[in-house]
């Protein structure tokens, strides 16, 4: 009998978002292979109704269960912070739309993504999901970030970590889908943790790297997943109640965003002075750099941005014989984009969703 390790596991991500919920890709050529931490792939989960409350054949157990709902699926997703899934599940995750630049001409691109506006609607942006273990190959549809974050620590390397969240909708790979074959992943691009700086400004520009002094951080957001299966949905195999059902809405709900930081303590103690007069912060930006593109100057980058804070929590700590500061920030609505946090990828790419 065949036994199988968790890194045999194959995923896929599609290249760009579902045209509308619980409408998957359908082809090879729409999916990139993915790599991540090994994790169990997700299996498909339903709610059941039974006869265990009902009395009257005078039995004192129920006798017959079936399927009702399958059930939202969550699907982590994360490792070493990089450029292409990483990246990718950012910029669908704040679920703007994205503004291609050219940095340098055939060479580098900058793809940029705030908050979706409220004018977008609450539909966040939703992507195809295969994952692959033996004879668990499942396609999800429809899978919506709930939550994505960034860290970092010394010379570890840089890490994302990501939740994703579906309508409880699946596909059988092999019998609904036999014809997708899985692509294997590109080439990844990770950060360097030596590359990392973490800058803002409050009246002077504060460069924490170039002064020596950074620690340890992480940013991110959560998106408030909403999934309801409500009478009227779709059921798993028309026509057949038996084969459950699954929910034909997912929407956001309440935002929210995050960002700490750790540094070493200096003389000065100067973040207690601006934690304590809660001094304006603008453009607190954590910079992820990899190696260079095409054009010499110019670094495969992820960069995540809050646009407006303040310092909430300021406490001095011990890292290991040495002093440090564990810094919290309140994000702020930005006045620009309306939201809490933007998302930058550079890469080779022209385009990139």
Not at 45 to 62: F, H, K, L, P, R
Not at 87 to 107: F, P
Not at 108 to 113: E, I, K, N, P
Not at 200 to 218: H, I, K, M, P, Q
Request: negative net charge.
């Amino acid at each position: 009998m065949a036994k199988y390790q968790l890194t045999d596991i194959e995923v896929a991500i599609s290249k760009l978002p579902e045209t509308g919920i619980n409408t998957p890709f359908t082809t090879s050529i729409d999916y990139i292979g993915g790599l991540l931490n090994a994790t169990p792939p997700p299996t498909p989960q339903a709610s059941m109704i039974t006869d265990d409350d009902m009395v009257g054949d005078g039995n004192e157990w129920g006798d017959d269960q079936r399927l009702d709902y399958w059930q939202p699926t969550s699907f982590p997703i994360g490792g070493k912070l990089n450029t292409e899934l990483g990246g990718r599940v950012l910029l669908r995750g704040l679920g703007g739309a994205v503004t291609d630049t050219v940095v340098t001409a055939a060479a580098s691109h900058d793809h940029a993504a705030a908050f979706q506006p409220k004018s977008a609607g609450r539909t966040p942006k939703l992507s195809s999901l295969i994952a692959a273990l033996a004879g668990g190959d499942f396609l999800w549809p429809s899978m919506g970030v709930e939550s994505w974050e960034a860290s970092f620590s010394g010379v570890e390397p840089v890490a994302f970590a990501a939740s994703l969240l579906n309508t409880g909708y699946w596909k059988d790979l092999s019998v609904d889908h036999p014809a997708i074959v899985i692509p294997g992943p590109e080439t990844y691009h990770y950060m360097y943790p030596v590359q990392t700086s973490v800058i803002f400004n409050d009246g002077s520009t504060v460069n924490y790297a170039s002064e020596g002094r950074l620690l340890a951080g992480r940013i991110g957001f959560t998106n408030g997943l909403i999934v309801r299966g409500l009478p009227g949905d779709s059921l798993l195999t028309a026509g057949t109640p038996r084969s459950g059902a699954y929910a034909r809405d997912i929407h956001r709900g309440k935002r929210d965003a995050s960002a700490s930081l750790r540094v070493s303590l200096d003389e000065n103690f100067a973040e207690f002075t601006k934690y304590k007069a809660q001094t304006d912060i603008t453009g607190l930006t954590y910079l992820f750099r990899g190696d260079k593109t095409g054009a010499a100057s110019n670094y495969l980058e992820v960069e995540v941005k809050m646009p407006r804070c303040k310092i909430r929590s300021c406490v001095i700590e011990g890292d290991g014989d040495d002093a440090a500061i564990a810094l919290e920030f309140w994000r702020r609505r930005d006045l620009v984009s309306g939201g809490l946090l933007t998302g930058r990828i550079r890469n080779d790419q022209t385009t990139f969703s």
